[in-house]
Structure formats: C-alpha cells, structure tokens
C-alpha cells in the first residue's frame, strides 16, 4: 500500500476544513495572500456558498482576485482582519488563517498578534456550531515566535463547554515547520 507523508500545516487545514465545510455555506479567509486558500475555500461552498477574504496588501488582493476571477460569490476586502466584522454579519463553517509575510512579498510586512487576536475573537463570533477556524502558525521569522505564543495562550484558554482546541507541530524537523491550531465550536 502507498502511504503519504505526514501532512504539513497547510495541507492538513485544508483537511480540517473539507470535513466541516459544504456547498453553500460561508467562510472566511482572514489572510488572502496568493488567494490559495480563498480558492480552495470557493471550491468547496460552490456557487451557492460564499467567501469573505482580507488582506491589508493591495499586491494580494490583486493576486487573489486574478487566481479567484470567475467567481461572483467572493467578497474581497483590502482591509485588515481586525475589522471582520464591519463585513460578515452572517454565520461562517469554516476561517482560515495563515500567518506571517506574503510569499514572495515584502517580508517585513507580517501578521501582528494584537490584530490577529482581534480577527480570530470576531471571527468566533460568527462561528456556526460545529465550525472551524484554523490558525497556520510560523515561527520562523523576527516576531513569529512572540505570535504564536499569544495566539497559543489564548486557544490554551477557550472555554472547553464551547471550544475543542488542537495543536499540531513536528517535532524533531530544522528549520521551524509551520504549526496549525484548530479550533471548532460545539452545539
Ligand atoms: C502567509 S500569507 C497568506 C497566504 C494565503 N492564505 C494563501 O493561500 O496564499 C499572510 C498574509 O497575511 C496578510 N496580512 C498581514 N496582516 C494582516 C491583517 N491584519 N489582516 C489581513 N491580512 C493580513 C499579509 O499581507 C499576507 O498576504
């Protein structure tokens, strides 16, 4: 039998997300980027879904819009995830956030902890029971680390009657992997 390697961050918040998110639903990505993610994420709501994606870079937004362009059903807003919930009002299955610096981009320009957290405390708001947020955390660059162990801290602390919380990293790989936390809001 052919086995896969063990699942990077990214892969497995995808896995993560397909196994709560169907045909028109709603979901955020909360860190366009290169519009990977808004683009999985539209595949998986279908037409009938919809999509909210943020990114404080115009670079991305473009990015984004040139891989998602024949999709009418994605809301795309040049504007911080902080701000979340001046846009979505309506119940999401599924928000992802990839952190850090923009592949291929200006690598100065990073995720902060103090707008992260408020993005991820809105973004539980409008969680729809048996949802998932997932965080990909990096650790590798100046101010990674201080982030994710904010970020960390406060998934340590979810009320457990609300919130199953997990923690996925390797242990033994150079070069700090990527991590992911997952967080799905109970019924
Ligand atoms: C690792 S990249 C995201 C990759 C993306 N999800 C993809 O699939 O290509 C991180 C992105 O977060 C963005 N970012 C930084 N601060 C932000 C904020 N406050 N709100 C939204 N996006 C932010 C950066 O501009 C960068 O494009």
New binding site residues.
């Given amino acids: 039998m052919q086995m896969n390697p063990l699942p990077r961050a990214t892969q497995l918040a995808h896995q993560m997300v397909q196994e709560c998110l169907g045909k028109g639903d709603c979901a955020i990505?909360?860190?366009?980027?290169?519009?990977?993610?808004?683009s999985f994420l539209l595949n998986c709501v279908g037409e009938e879904g919809r999509v909210f994606a943020?990114?404080?870079?115009g670079e991305?937004i473009r990015a984004t819009a040139d891989r998602c362009q024949n999709h009418s059903n994605l809301s795309l807003h040049h504007t911080?995830?902080?701000n979340i919930k001046e846009f979505v009002s309506v119940p999401v299955m599924a928000a992802?956030f990839?952190?850090?610096?923009?592949?291929g981009?200006d690598k100065s320009?990073?995720?902060?902890p103090e707008?992260t957290l408020c993005?991820i405390r809105s973004t539980l708001e409008i969680l729809a029971p048996q949802g998932r947020l997932t965080v990909v955390l990096y650790t590798g660059h100046e101010g990674g680390n201080t982030e994710a162990e904010i970020i960390l801290e406060f998934f340590r602390n979810l009320p457990q009657e609300s919130f199953a919380a997990t923690h996925y990293r390797f242990l033994n790989q150079q070069n700090s992997p990527p991590e992911l936390l997952t967080v799905e809001k109970r019924n």
Wanted: glycine share 18%; hydrophobic share 35%; proline share 3%.
């Fill in positions: 990505d909360a860190t366009a980027g290169n519009g990977h993610d808004t943020f990114d404080i870079q991305a911080g995830h902080e992802m990839n952190l850090g610096y923009l592949p981009g320009i990073i995720t902060l707008s993005g």
